[in-house]
């Protein structure tokens, strides 16, 4: 199978190209990425020249570009990653979220359409349910009530994924995850922000009273997953995908400071962030029951192992600091591109 992957270039999509690689000897990957802040193509250096592998740099708001790319490369699935995906960043700038996250999507379901691909699949968020209290879990039935510009952005682009099943026939299917966790995270989120500001004897800022709770995964279960309802999931269906590992931010914050060598003096409480959501937890019945998907990485393994890959990949992280990972493009392929 030749498939199409959007936004591969980030933290889950360049997980789930090495894997998916490794996992099917006769499958093929067009990966499509602007290289936002959030693409690095660091990511997947390992796989510049694999020969079932192919790189385009492009926007996925750009009709006539992905015309283009679909016709050229014929791909049979598209799975979608391609989003702006950080909360206080669409608290900043909410239209740059609708326009990637909303229109983005539309354009990318077109290019589908047009091309006639035998699977389109969105990856979307546990956060389009909204937040919960002390008890319960989201299901896929559950209410939409999205609660910060990325999470009402993520929910409108489920609801068009819906429509051009419906209305289309085009056969569209949704995951919905938890928080993921693992290598090449971008170090604005949680757990790599904490990690890196720990290795260098900084105090880490925990929002509000640190009693928020989420669900977290590593990203190979996510990947083990939305390979699973890729092959097998019924077109027009959604499908939750959790880790069944609920923690409140205090709890994460105390393994990596005991992880990192560090005292708890170094938590620091700061101003809680608007409209933060407190509780999510997945209820992921479904994929267990129809795929016999259930996530394999013990939580305090992965988690030992992910600060040890920041600490063992300090060059990658660094190298975002300072911006020079926005330059491996033109140094590995315009360059390239002109030899
Ligand atoms: P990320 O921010 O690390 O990566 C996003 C990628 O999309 C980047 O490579 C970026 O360059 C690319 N991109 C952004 N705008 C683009 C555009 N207009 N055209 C083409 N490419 C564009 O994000 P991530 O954490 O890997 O998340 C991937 C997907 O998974 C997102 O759709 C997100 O909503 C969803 N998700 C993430 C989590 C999580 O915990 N990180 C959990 C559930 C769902
Ligand atoms: P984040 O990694 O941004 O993911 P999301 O908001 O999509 O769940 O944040 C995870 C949790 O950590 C969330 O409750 C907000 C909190 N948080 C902090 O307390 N401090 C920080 O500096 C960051 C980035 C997040």
Not at 121 to 149: C, H, M, R, W
Request: proline share 5%.
């Amino acid at each position: 199978m030749r498939i199409l992957v959007a936004g591969g270039a980030g933290f889950i999509g360049s997980n789930f190209i090495r894997y998916i690689l490794g996992a099917h000897d006769d499958w093929s990957v067009v990966n499509v990425d602007k290289l936002t802040y959030a693409g690095n193509l660091a990511n997947l250096a390992d796989k510049a020249g694999d020969p079932r592998y192919v790189f385009h740099r492009a926007d996925i708001c750009d009709a006539a570009e992905m015309s283009r790319i679909f016709a050229g490369e014929k791909p049979e699935a598209v799975v979608n990653f391609a989003a702006e995906t950080h909360v206080d960043r669409s608290i900043d700038d909410p239209a740059l979220f609708l326009r990637t996250n909303i229109l983005g999507t539309q354009v990318l379901l077109d290019a589908a359409r047009k091309s006639g691909v035998a699977r389109y699949l969105q990856i979307s968020t546990d956060e389009v349910y909204g937040s919960l209290g002390a008890t319960g879990k989201f299901s896929e039935e559950s209410p939409l009530k999205p609660n910060s510009p990325y999470a009402a952005s993520k929910t409108s682009a489920d609801l068009l994924v819906r429509a051009y099943g419906k209305t289309f026939g085009l056969p569209v299917l949704v995951t919905r995850c938890s928080n993921n966790y693992g290598p090449y995270q971008f170090p604005e989120k949680l757990i790599p922000f904490f990690v890196t500001l720990l290795r260098e004897g900084k105090p880490v800022p925990v929002y509000g009273d640190g009693m928020n709770v989420r669900d977290w995964i590593h990203v190979e279960d996510h990947s083990r997953a939305v390979d699973a309802v890729l092959q097998r999931g019924r077109p027009g269906e959604i499908y939750n995908v959790g880790g069944g590992n609920e923690r409140t931010n205090i709890e994460i914050t105390k393994l990596l400071i005991a992880a990192m060598g560090k005292d708890e003096k170094s938590m620091k409480f700061v101003p809680d962030r608007p409209g933060h959501d407190r509780r999510y937890a997945i209820d992921d019945e479904k994929i267990r029951a129809e795929l016999g998907v259930v996530p394999l990485v013990p939580f305090e393994e992965g988690l030992r192992n992910t600060v040890r890959w920041y600490i063992d990949n300090e060059p990658w992280w660094r190298a975002v600091q300072t911006g020079e990972y926005q330059s491996f493009y033109d140094r590995w392929y315009v360059r390239k591109d002109r030899a």
